[in-house]
């Protein structure tokens, strides 16, 4: 041993931290030590302990930035001071007794009127035999639990409970002082992560006396609720685990009696961790801790209860922690107040904006269960604390004012009191003073005013829902004054924070005007009422598109009384908002949001079938609100975000859904038969198309208004066949996300003449699409109905007729043209129209083949051209002039100016020949021959060659080149001078 001793402190002596090499041999030589000291005998490792120390403090490993080594140092370390001090149990340390729950009740049967706690017993040991280097390796040790990394100091802090455990009283209690002292605010996260865990070791060993529970509680208790602001985020939640690690240990160490005089502060500390932490493996640990506690000790209060509703599984989710449980837990009173102390001093003015939103709608909940105190307590310090010069502080107070005082309101409300119980004359005149006074301060304006408006829009909505007597205070026009201003600038705010201010406002409008302006207004309220209307409208046509979504939605919100006399007018301006023009194209989002405010103004002003135009749904408008929905349907506005056109089909779908609700409810002859057959088609067709989620929201739409009741939307075409394929028990379980059950059942209305048309198009887009999945199954579903009809000859025309429509219709519409092509080729590849073979020059090909002509007639799109060629190649199987002219397509395709298109055509047309017997066997060989050998991407004039003597050999006409037009050359100038205009001659 003493050799290889030598070699190790020699090793270490060479090696540096500061090399790979150096790193290597001073990891390995670490281990080999302490694995010896671990497993050695000590009377043989004790002679070379102080030698090893002495080097391994040269060594400087605390100052490496390796993690592996500063562990096996403090391993090293602690192993040393083991073999410094004689192995031995404590006989002063704390011992609770049986920890086996079974021995426990067996010794209490056995010796009922026997204590199970040993009582601590005078050290006999002196410190005489404690030698001095035990001192330093407790320093390392102390500085290991301040270490950057957990591993690091969860062996220091092992070390120090295997250290304490063989000292003497007097020298444990100093440790435990030394540890102590991590708990100081100014040392950083990690000294107090290792200071809980060393205590937790102490505990746990019971090295821990009673007698120091009285300065150790107050730091857990403190670690708790650990938390430091870095950056963007913040520190500690591994600290409050730690301490939730340290009350668990101190459940097992202890006797009840013990820890009966903390026994409230410990239960009310871990059940606010376990609901109110931010980090759910706090909430989870402090559950767990709590539960041990209630186990071991018996004395939380109410602890089965609290245990049986904030289990593991339930303090998973951050809102129910918050809103739910905390509402039970605070109908204990033991639990009440300190959990809104809690909130108040830590949450309200938290970095995390979520948190001061639980928080505040935390308080909301709990104001009900402590009125008094929130009123007389809480509440005045949180107006103080909307004055704070700190954003989060700011922000959260008025969060909390907002929801307290409608708390307040509906206690008083329930209790048949009058709100100044809770709120006195000091108190609402500091709610009205909120708004001018950030308003003095310009604190609307910058980054942290998005925040403060959106709380004051929340405060102004809360006031007004509970009634506040501001009626005619000049605060209403304050507040009115800052709605408006926030939704002509929206476009000035962030963008991730944008909708939920938007709704914030809209939301604070709706209550304002509905509480705070006439009903029955005098000229004053009728004109200011008037001036208001034509604000909004005129901001719909702003240049700002987020200036219109937040007018249009402010219109949307008005009162009934706001819209009377004024509702064609709104509803022409909002109608000007969903019609695209080439300035707004773009503006997807206010076309949504107008939608949304048709259909909410729709909700508000009701329907009356012989009404007034002007102040209600009746006769002479429903149809043209359902004419701008209607038309909606068809935004398909594609930008750099891709498909935002879905964005208003979604809105125009829902807005449909709920006007044809409500008119079915009131007044169901409104509901015209051609109006309901648009509608239900539309929705099929929106049903049958390839984004997951629009089309799934367009089936539970469609399947809402087949299966209303009471009383059913009349005029719904095909109802008894619908209802006999959509039954209501079959489809409630069917994902209509997913294509694999969506396009089976959708599929089935291609048998529906009705539905034909729509559904087609739909399916067409699908089939032709990207998505694998969607492709596959949007194409099972077509081609199982095909195979229905297939001997059906009238069906199979009539099935033709259609698709050649839907062709005709969308011509040199990409978005359905393209995918039509696609599926086109599907459709003849498998032989879906093989009856049409029978008939020469059948009139569904001879008009396919022209449209396809007329789609690629001058164009440049090399995947509309690709997807034609496949469709020429399949259409070569018709007998007559059809294949002559389709072949005749190809070979000029043979020669198209792009060389990718040239190869593509020749592989193609090289398949087909293939595939269908039409070229004579003759021939044959000689045709595939040309095909395969020649050079498609050659120049013009070679390909040209080949491609005519193919005409010869299948007897085609040859394509003859264009001739150049006799124009006269005009002269005209350039930015460099006089050219000549020439006419442009491109090879056929």
Not at 17 to 38: N, R, S
Not at 529 to 556: H, K, N
Not at 771 to 786: A, I, K, P
Not at 958 to 966: A, D, F, G, T, Y
């Amino acid at each position: 041993m003493a050799s290889f001793l030598d070699w190790s402190l020699c090793t270490l002596a060479r090696s540096s931290f500061q090399t790979i090499e150096g790193v290597i041999a001073m990891d390995g030589t670490l281990q080999a030590l302490a694995q010896i000291f671990k497993h050695g005998k000590r009377e043989d490792c004790l002679p070379y302990a102080a030698t090893v120390l002495q080097c391994l403090d040269s060594c400087r490993l605390p100052d490496s930035n390796q993690t592996l080594l500063r562990k096996l140092g403090v391993k090293l370390v602690q192993r040393l001071g083991l073999t410094f001090l004689k192995p031995r149990v404590a006989g002063w340390r704390y011992q609770r007794g049986c920890r086996s729950l079974a021995e426990s009740l067996q010794h209490s049967i056995q010796n009922p009127k026997e204590p199970m706690t040993q009582a601590e017993t005078p050290d006999s040991d002196g410190e005489d035999d404690v030698p001095a280097e035990v001192e330093s390796v407790i320093e390392q040790l102390l500085v290991g639990l301040k270490d950057k990394d957990t591993i690091v100091r969860w062996s220091a802090a092992k070390g120090i409970g295997r250290m304490a455990g063989r000292l003497p009283k007097e020298l444990a209690d100093d440790v435990t002082g030394s540890v102590l002292d991590c708990f100081s605010f100014q040392e950083t996260d990690s000294a107090w992560h290792g200071g809980c865990l060393a205590l937790a070791e102490l505990g746990r060993r019971g090295l821990l006396l009673p007698s120091r529970l009285s300065d150790v509680v107050p730091v857990i208790l403190k670690a708790l609720t650990y938390e430091e602001k870095r950056g963007a985020c913040s520190v500690g939640s591994n600290v409050r685990d730690a301490a939730c690690y340290v009350c668990w240990a101190f459940a097992r160490a202890y006797e009840p009696q013990e820890l009966k005089p903390f026994v409230a502060a410990i239960s009310s500390a871990l059940v606010i961790a376990t609901v109110f932490d931010r980090d759910v493996n706090c909430r989870r640990a402090a559950s767990a801790a709590f539960q041990e506690n209630v186990g071991r000790q018996g004395t939380f209060p109410h602890g089965i209860d609290i245990l049986t509703t904030a289990d593991y599984f339930a303090v998973g989710n951050r809102s129910n922690c918050f809103l739910v449980i905390s509402m039970f837990i605070a109908g204990f009173p033991e639990y009440t107040q300190p959990m809104i102390e809690h909130l108040v001093t830590m949450k309200i003015n938290h970095w995390d904006g979520t948190i001061r939103e639980l928080s505040a709608k935390a308080l909301r909940n709990l104001a009900q269960r402590a009125p008094e105190h929130t009123a007389c307590e809480v509440f005045p310090r949180l107006l103080s604390m909307t004055q704070s010069p700190d954003l989060h502080t700011r922000h959260g107070a008025v969060l909390a004012c907002a929801e307290v005082a409608r708390s307040l309101h509906m206690l008083a409300t329930q209790q048949g009191r009058p709100v100044s119980d809770f709120l006195d004359e000091k108190a609402m005149r500091g709610l009205k003073q909120i708004h001018q006074q950030l308003y003095d301060r310009q604190l609307y304006r910058g980054l942290g005013g998005e925040l403060m408006r959106q709380a004051v829009c929340i405060l102004i909505e809360n006031l007004a829902l509970s009634k506040m007597p501001f009626r005619g205070d000049a605060v209403i026009d304050g507040w009115q004054w800052l709605i408006n201003d926030t939704l002509r600038n929206l476009h000035l705010i962030s963008s991730h924070s944008r909708q939920h201010i938007k709704e914030a406002a809209v939301s604070a409008l709706a209550a304002l005007c509905s509480e705070y302006h006439a009903r029955e207004p005098g000229e004053a309220e009728a004109a200011a009422q008037e001036e208001l209307v034509r604000l909004y409208l005129a901001e719909l046509q702003s240049p700002e598109e987020m200036t219109r979504c937040g007018c249009a939605l402010a219109l949307g919100a008005l009162p009934a009384f706001f819209l009377k006399g004024r509702l064609q007018q709104v509803l022409a301006g909002l109608r000007a908002v969903t019609h695209i023009s080439s300035k707004d194209v773009s503006f997807a989002e206010a076309r949504r949001d107008a939608l949304k405010a048709i259909s909410r103004i729709c909700q508000t002003v009701g329907v009356r079938a012989e009404g007034p135009p002007d102040e209600a749904l009746c006769r002479e408008n429903v149809s043209q609100i359902y004419c701008t929905l209607l038309d909606c349907l068809k935004d398909y506005t594609t930008d750099s975000r891709g498909d935002v056109g879905a964005w208003v089909r979604e809105a125009a779908m829902t807005s449909l859904m709920d006007l044809t609700l409500l008119l079915g409810r009131n007044q169901p002859e409104l509901i015209e038969a051609p109006l309901c057959q648009r509608l239900m088609c539309c929705l099929a067709q929106q049903a049958s198309e390839k984004i997951d989620r629009f089309r799934a929201h367009a089936a539970r739409v469609f399947l809402a208004l087949l299966h209303a009741d009471s009383p059913a939307i009349p005029h719904v075409p095909a109802r008894p066949e619908l209802e006999r394929l959509f039954p209501r028990a079959a489809v409630a379980s069917v994902n209509w996300g997913a294509p694999s059950q969506a396009f089976p059942c959708m599929a089935r209305l291609l048998g529906l003449p009705a539905y034909r048309y729509h559904v087609l198009l739909g399916l067409a887009v699908s089939v032709g699409g990207l998505t694998e999945s969607t492709v596959r199954y949007s194409t099972q579903g077509l081609f199982e109905h095909m195979k229905e009809i297939q001997n059906d000859p009238a069906a199979l025309e009539d099935f033709g007729g259609t698709l050649l429509q839907v062709f005709e219709d969308n011509l040199l519409n990409d978005r359905v043209s393209v995918p039509l092509l696609k599926t086109l080729d599907q459709m003849l590849a498998n032989g879906c129209f093989d009856v049409f073979t029978t008939q020469e020059d059948h009139p569904f090909c001879v008009k396919l083949l022209a449209l396809c002509k007329e789609e690629i007639k001058k164009s440049k799109d090399v995947q509309k051209l690709r997807s034609s060629i496949a469709v020429f190649c399949g259409l070569v199987q018709f007998p007559g002039d059809v294949r002559k002219k389709a072949l005749l397509q190809l070979f000029l395709l043979l020669c198209h100016p792009f060389p990718v298109i040239r190869k593509h055509t020749a592989s193609q047309v090289y398949e087909m020949v293939l595939t269908y017997d039409v070229v004579p066997a003759a021939v044959l060989d000689e045709v595939m021959a040309v095909l395969s050998s020649t050079a498609w991407d050659a120049e013009l004039p070679v390909v040209r060659a080949q491609r005519n003597h193919l005409c010869d050999l299948l007897g085609v006409p040859r394509p003859q080149l264009v001739p150049k037009v006799s124009l006269a050359p005009q002269a005209t100038w350039g930015t460099r001078g006089p050219f000549l205009r020439r006419p442009l001659n491109i090879p056929g």
